[in-house]
């Protein structure tokens, strides 16, 4: 069955570049169709997408954030890494990663807090 | 690329039927059936409920269902349960190859 797991830091502090990981099982991202987004969540507030990465090692990025992102993958450790640099305050929020390309994205890691705070 | 427009809360009692709204826009809901919907109870990871506008993966019972008109999605839930509650978010892929969700629709049963 598929599952991910997203982790990194739970607390980063202004101005910091954030490092997070997920690693995933039960499918391979060297699959033809197989892709890894990112998506995070501030308390009480809506999902927000943020990048996604697919087989082909094609990047996307959200429009607002795409000059602070960037994704990669380790197909040999089933990873996938998003770095997002200048951390602010307002960044604190619960990041998942989900597997699933342009139809949906259909399975979810449990997510990892972030607190942006100095 | 902003929100897609979603009610805030809605709300039902056992048995009943309900319908949330998605609207977003000619370049996303409006010209893709890559709409998809999600269940999100208190301090857990969303779930897929509906994808291609209408599809439901396995697991996922036939009392939800989706449709769109335009640019406008809709998810509905029959047979409401108490279960149900939750947060449901709407997504859709988007002519600037990214992809949107919903602000989030808190459904409430009575």
């Known amino acids: 069955q598929v599952t991910l797991r997203e982790s990194g830091p739970a607390l980063v502090k202004p101005t910091q570049t954030l490092t997070l990981t997920c690693t995933f099982s039960?499918?391979?991202?060297?699959?033809?169709?197989?892709?890894v987004s990112w998506i995070r969540q501030p308390p009480g507030k809506a999902l927000e997408w943020l990048a996604l990465?697919?087989?082909?090692?094609?990047?996307y990025y959200s429009t607002s954030l795409k000059t602070r992102l960037t994704i990669s993958k380790d197909t040999s450790k089933n990873q996938v890494v998003l770095t997002m640099t200048n951390m602010d305050p307002v960044d604190t929020a619960t990041y998942y990663c989900?597997?699933?390309?342009?139809?949906?994205?259909?399975?979810w890691g449990q997510g990892t807090l972030v607190s942006v705070s100095s | 690329q902003s929100a897609l427009t979603q009610p805030a809360s809605v709300s039902g009692s056992p048995g009943q039927s309900i319908t949330i709204s998605c609207t977003g826009t000619?370049?996303?809901?409006?010209?893709?059936?890559?709409v998809s919907w999600y269940q999100q109870h208190p301090g857990k990871a969303p779930k897929l409920m509906i994808f291609d506008v209408s599809k439901r993966p396995s697991g996922v019972s036939n009392r939800f269902s989706g449709s769109k008109s335009g640019n406008t999605a809709s998810l509905t839930i029959s047979g409401l349960q108490a279960e149900d509650e939750a947060d449901y978010y709407c997504?859709?892929?988007?002519?600037?190859?990214?992809?949107?969700f919903g602000g989030g629709t808190e459904l409430t049963v009575l």
């Open positions: 989900a597997s699933g390309c342009v139809d949906a994205f259909d399975f």
């Open positions: 000619s370049s996303d809901v409006g010209v893709y059936n890559y």
């Open positions: 039960g499918f391979s991202l060297s699959t033809s169709g197989m892709c």
């Open positions: 997504s859709s892929y988007t002519s600037s190859s990214t992809w949107v």
């Open positions: 990465i697919d087989w082909n090692d094609d990047k």
